[in-house]
């Protein structure tokens, strides 16, 4: 391990654009480290939104009027911005979600329960969000399908012998974190889905925790299905995106019913749009896609190369000035890591220990990190998690481990 | 929301520090007549009370479980504040206790329960002060359900 002195965090400067970052909390500088929760927004998002509302805001895709056309071409083009972020070969390939979760249980209600069979296996890892746990457990119970779990090692890495022996030719559905959300483990998705596309198995990646801090190539991994949250990459909340390959797409049935996503109703029969509109019933988040589009243009902006190497030069120094404090234990030390530092203090519980450093400004999140499976794995009711973003510092680091200093005095450990 | 320092020390006091490090009746009781589990699912923290009650006052009481220092110290705290008691007297000591961490602190003496007064300064740990006085309810009414205080 390098020791904090030798690393120097190459440079991103770049918190003058998120406003929220001047404020201060408890009388103290924020030192927001819960980036994995949510990202705060640039100016230029939250600028966006209100423009939109102030100039432009109309329903899109059935007004004659100008200002619906206007919003219709802010909304597609918001679509063509997420296509070209993830490199996806066409922009019907794009849907409109809340978020993560609302992606997958898209995937689970149209796709499986169109697709499985009682018997049909899905297969998933010990490390996933309970978002990409539960809604296979329902689809489950709905088709007699069995959910098998690819274990994971003490590293907190994927154990890729394990994973390739439960992918058999009764596997349908791979469903991965791209990046672990309470570990930062990074899963070699590309690799993952080359073997379950020779078992014949479909691929979903999830990609909340990935898509803010790396470059995502869907045509490079490979995936079926790809989704992601608007409000981890530094947009609003309430957008989120589903890839999937068109042919996939196109053969899905409907989920949700209602205006925009029809052809013709009649009280007979009714008939589909194509997708991805027959995948968005009801009025979208129309301001938060064209917030999103303004968030992603703003990571491009700065470069996700940039951000990447930013953000693991602070992760190092990170896991050098944390890692080496006394009675610290990292949790989730593979060796492809995200910006997520998950630790444990000796005798401080991680409630304990978020109240006190709350108090000193520090905003980290404890808990289970909606992983509950993944904790009892690792036999912990829970872990401190610090998670990087683009504005982070290694003063957000040294304010941090001066806190955990404080909270072991107070607690005398 | 009061955006001031908050003392940590009026949370963090040394009462709560002994008896999370050293919490009393702190195991399985074999001839329990009541018991319930009490889990926080957000926080992870999980705890059981064991209880035995005779011509309706807690002649015996205890629990088992883990969680944060505040949850480990109220659950340990309350141990001591009930063994004894009636069980009306427990339920009505439950009311104000709750009240003391949440709204008008009744006037009554709480004696070492009192050191948890501070919680109220901190809403978001409310929850793991009170998950064992839910538990305790539970398990003198008998409820089937875990207890939850979030």
Redesign the interface.
Same mark, same amino acid.
């Given at each position: 391990m390098n020791s904090p002195a030798d690393i120097h965090t190459a440079q991103l400067d770049v918190t003058a654009d998120f406003p929220i970052l001047a404020r201060?909390? +408890? /009388?103290?500088r924020l030192a927001y480290l819960d980036n994995g929760a949510t990202t705060q927004k640039p100016l230029a998002v939250i600028e966006t939104e209100r423009r939109f509302y102030l100039e432009s805001n109309a329903n899109i895709h059935r007004g004659v009027h100008w200002l619906s056309q206007h919003a219709t071409e802010l909304y597609d083009a918001a679509r063509v911005t997420v296509q070209r972020f993830i490199n996806a070969a066409h922009a019907d390939e794009i849907v409109f979600t809340r978020g993560t979760t609302e992606a997958i249980n898209l995937v689970a209600q149209s796709w499986g329960r169109a697709e499985l069979r009682a018997g049909d296996e899905i297969l998933i890892t010990a490390m996933e969000h309970h978002s990409n746990i539960v809604p296979w457990q329902l689809l489950c119970e709905q088709t007699g399908a069995v959910l098998k779990v690819a274990p994971v090692s003490d590293a907190g890495e994927l154990d890729l012998d394990a994973f390739d022996a439960l992918l058999t030719s009764d596997t349908q559905l791979v469903a991965i974190t791209h990046v672990s959300n309470a570990l930062g483990s990074i899963n070699p998705v590309a690799e993952l889905t080359a073997r379950a596309h020779a078992a014949g198995a479909l691929v979903l990646v999830d990609g909340a925790q990935a898509v803010a801090h790396q470059a995502v190539d869907v045509q490079a991994i490979g995936c079926d299905f790809y989704a992601f949250s608007g409000h981890k990459l530094y947009g609003p909340t309430g957008i989120g995106v589903l890839y999937a390959r068109k042919p996939i797409l196109q053969a899905m049935p409907p989920w949700q019913g209602g205006g925009d996503m029809i052809r013709t109703v009649s009280f007979e029969r009714s008939t589909w749009a194509d997708a991805p509109q027959r995948f968005e019933a009801g009025t979208p988040n129309i301001a938060g896609a064209i917030g999103l589009a303004a968030a992603i243009d703003y990571v491009q902006g700065i470069g996700l190369a940039h951000i990447a190497a930013h953000e693991h030069a602070l992760l190092d120094y990170a896991t050098a000035t944390i890692g080496t404090l006394p009675g610290i234990r990292l949790v989730g030390t593979a060796r492809e890591k995200a910006g997520i530092l998950s630790f444990l203090v000796d005798g401080? +519980? $991680? *409630?304990?220990l978020g109240?006190?450093l709350d108090?000193e400004g520090v905003a980290i999140r404890a /808990? *289970?990190h909606c992983a #509950?499976p993944l #904790?009892n794995r690792f036999s912990i $009711? /829970?872990t401190a998690r610090a998670s990087l973003a683009m504005y982070n510092t290694q003063a957000d680091v040294d304010v941090l481990a001066a806190a955990i200093g404080k909270a072991q005095k107070?607690? /005398?450990t | 929301m009061n955006d001031s320092a908050p003392d940590l020390r009026e949370l963090y006091q040394e009462v709560i520090f002994d008896h999370n490090r050293q919490p009393r009746n702190f195991h399985a009781m074999a001839d329990a007549d009541h018991q319930a589990d009490g889990h926080n699912p957000l926080c992870g923290d999980q705890l059981t009370v064991y209880l035995r009650i005779e011509d309706g006052v807690v002649k015996d009481v205890s629990f088992v479980g883990h969680g944060c220092a505040i949850s480990t110290a109220s659950a340990s705290l309350m141990t001591e504040a009930v063994k004894g008691k009636p069980v009306a007297e427990v339920e009505a000591l439950f009311h104000d206790f709750h009240a003391l961490l949440t709204d008008a602190p009744p006037d009554r003496d709480f004696g070492k329960l009192a050191v948890l007064s501070g919680v109220r300064e901190f809403p978001a740990r409310v929850k793991c002060a009170t998950l064992a006085w839910h538990t305790l309810h539970n398990a003198i009414v008998g409820a089937q359900e875990p207890a939850r205080t979030e």
């Open positions: 201060k909390v +408890h /009388g103290r401080i +519980h $991680p *409630h304990d109240t006190i108090a /808990g *289970h #509950m #904790m $009711p /829970g107070l607690f /005398g | -």
